[in-house]
Every structure is written in C-alpha cells, then in structure tokens.
C-alpha cells in the first residue's frame, strides 16, 4: 500500500467498502482546540474519529499517550468498523502532526494496509471536497491483531543503545527544547546524549509532506545516518511517528518508537541528560 495518498485518489473511493478513513486530529492542551468538536462540526464522509489519548492509549499507564496493548487495540479499530482487510486512510488538521502516531498504532497492532492523506483536512477542505457532520454507521469487523513489539522501543532499550552505539535516536521535539532552553514538565531539560534534532514540523511543507527529496536533506543536515537502525522520540511519543513516517517515505525499515519518550526520560534520575545542540 503506499504510504501516502492525494485527495484526488481518495475522493471517488468515498464509498468503496474497501476503505476506511480516520480522523486522527489531536492537540495539546495549550493549542486550545477541540479535535472532537471539529470532527463534529465538518470530517471526511465516512471517517470515524480517534482519540489517540483515550480511544488509543493503555489508561492504567503512569505515562500520558501510552500505547495500548496490540490485542486491545484490535478490538477498539473493530469496533468502529476497521477491519484486517481494510485499507485505512488517517487524516489530521495539522498535516500528520498526530495522524501518523495512529498510522504507527496500526502497524503496531499488525495492520499493514495504511496510509496518510497528504495534506490532511486542510487540504482536502480547501479544494472544496465533500465533507459532512453525520458519523458513519459501519458495523463492527474483524481485526486480528498481528503485534510487532519491534516497533516499541523502552527507556531500558534506548539507554542501552545509547551504551553501545550503531543506533541513532532521533528526536522529534522542538529545538528550544532539545537544547534544553524551552518549557518542560519534567525534572529535567534536554535531550538524550548523542541524539540528532530533527523537529517535527521540519517534515512539512506547510500542510503537507515535503518531496522525499527535501525529507532526505532534512535528516542528512541534522547528521541522522540513514544506514543505522532509527529510534524516534519526543515529548510523549506522537510527534516521534511523523518522524517515523518521514523515514519510512526515505525507504528506511528498521525505525521505531521510544513511547515513554521525554514524559518518562525527563523525570528520570538514572538516565543520562545533555544540554546544546548536541
């Protein structure tokens, strides 16, 4: 399945049973937007809406956003109508700012049948394509969930790469932050030793993916080695997935995602912390 797909691929294949769509809009607490509303108001027919936070995530975790079990998460897609032979197309308001953690939750879960609406909402909206406020009434499918826990990685597998080295960690947050300078809500500020910065929005081209072309400067500017195996991270783990997806457009197989992320790495004292650029 390709990895990305155009609005004018998708749009005559609104009602084709074949094909589910997700609004996946999410924003922090500081944006002071309401993804549920928006969705609501005006989504892509057919689109069932997620909350990555709640509908996605384990809520016995201590750490926020937390990804649920693969098995649990089979039976919440069911439930809404997505099944293991779907294609599923993910969509946000921000250009894969949180569509990509549920494209993520998707190959997590096994589901390999997925991809990104390039240019998301704000695209489609803006050429005037359909939209509705009525939910779709898809009867629950069939998901088996086929796990790849090589996809997740812990704060014990990203402090042993950082040991023994030949993976890269790159992280998806902003540079302020990186750099130790910008607002945290952790004991600590800064970035794991030795990890590349590449911010998340670096990935955009205003709504949209840049050209992998541009994706490829993008990582070989910040020094990422493209021949190593790739953990993402950022404040919680969702940003981390646009990272991810932009490496997956460059080819690479082998990127995963530290979940617990800086929430976690950030409020530990037995873990390694550098300030700078590097």
Known sequence: MPLLVEPAWLEPRLTDPAIRIIDASWYLPAMKRDACAEYATAHLPGAVFFDLSTDLADERAPIRNTIAQPEQLARRFAARGIGTDHHV??????????????????????????????????????????????????????????????????????????????????DARSSARFRGSGEEHTKHKGHMPGAKSVPYDENLAGDRLKPVAELRAVYERAGVRLDRPIIATCGSGVT???????????????????????????????????????
Request: glycine share 12%; hydrophobic share 45%; charged share 20%.
């Open 240 to 278: 981390a997935a646009l990272d991810a997806f932009a490496l997956a457009l460059l080819g690479h197989g082998d990127v995963s995602i530290y979940d617990g992320s800086w929430a976690e790495w950030g409020d530990s004292d037995d873990v390694p912390v550098a300030t700078g650029d590097r």
């Open 89 to 170: 197309i993910v969509y946000d308001h921000l250009g894969g700012y949180s569509a990509a953690r549920v494209w993520w939750t998707l190959r997590y879960a096994g589901h390999g049948n997925v991809s990104l609406l390039d240019g998301g909402f704000v695209r489609w909206a803006n050429a005037r394509r359909p939209l509705t406020s009525a939910a779709p009434g898809h009867a629950p499918a069939s998901f088996v969930a086929k796990p790849r826990p090589e996809l997740v990685r812990t704060k014990a597998d990203v402090a042993r790469a950082l040991r023994e080295g030949g993976v890269e960690i790159v």
